[in-house]
């Protein structure tokens, strides 16, 4: 049980405010851009140079020179803006941009990030995420409670070479809404249909305060 990717992208779009510009991150967070509805007024940035990012194109009506920073076409809504890398990075260091979500290998109890260092691969760098997490007002994180190999990637102290510390407010995965505390630890706010939160203690590493009453989520 538990919520598929698609699950994970409507949840976190009900976290985006009308009035916020958000920065999609490549992976689960693109698929947000699918679940915003059209009464919000929200401005979508692609950090390689679009600011008023639309949905995925349906079939057919793909363009090959459109796409986002994880090379996937997309579509531009009217009014769009098209510019430089080196300007839509001063975007994001002058903190225009009101929410990034993005995905991560691992999220400490304390909000500490690391989403760039793939184990066992060859990566070419970091792109922008440690831009993003340095500057953004609000992060949101959409992952995988666990790894593949079945451990859990929320964590006391992360293990893998950190993007950014102490940044995280929120994190959606497949089993559960988190919320980073003050203090330290995950406060679970929200649990996916169908999971239990003993199967959300089982899976989380990192310490978790679990209040009386933990409502299913609403999708």
């Avoid at 598929?4 to 405010?17: F, M, S």
């Avoid at 890398?85 to 903190?95: L, P």
């Avoid at 964590?155 to 510390?165: D, E, K, Q, V």
Wanted: aromatic residues 4%; negative net charge.
């Amino acid at each position: 049980m538990g919520l598929d990717k698609y699950g994970i992208a409507k949840r976190i779009a009900q976290e985006v405010k009308s009035g916020y510009y958000v920065n999609l991150g490549i992976g689960i967070p693109t698929l947000v851009a699918n679940y915003i509805p059209p009464e919000k007024q929200v401005i979508l940035q692609s950090e390689n140079g679009l600011l008023g990012m639309g949905p995925f194109p349906e079939k057919g009506e793909e363009d090959p020179d459109m796409i986002n920073a994880g090379k996937q076409t997309i579509t531009a809504l009217k009014g769009a803006a098209l510019f430089d890398s080196a300007e839509s990075f001063a975007m994001i260091r002058s903190g225009k941009i009101n929410l990034t979500i993005l995905g991560a290998m691992e999220v400490s109890d304390t909000g500490d990030i690391a989403n760039w260092k793939i184990p066992g691969k060859m990566v070419k760098g970091m792109g922008g995420a440690m831009d993003l997490v340095a500057s953004a007002n609000n992060i949101i994180v959409a992952m995988q409670h666990k790894s593949k190999e079945g451990e859990s990637k929320l964590l006391h102290a992360c293990t893998l070479p950190l993007t950014g510390i102490k940044c995280v407010k929120k994190i959606v995965t497949d089993l559960a809404v988190l919320e980073v505390m003050q203090e330290g630890g995950f406060k679970l706010v929200e649990r996916a249909p169908g999971v239990s939160v003993e199967e959300i203690k089982l899976a989380t590493e990192g310490r978790l305060w679990v209040p009386e009453q933990v409502p299913e989520m609403v999708l």
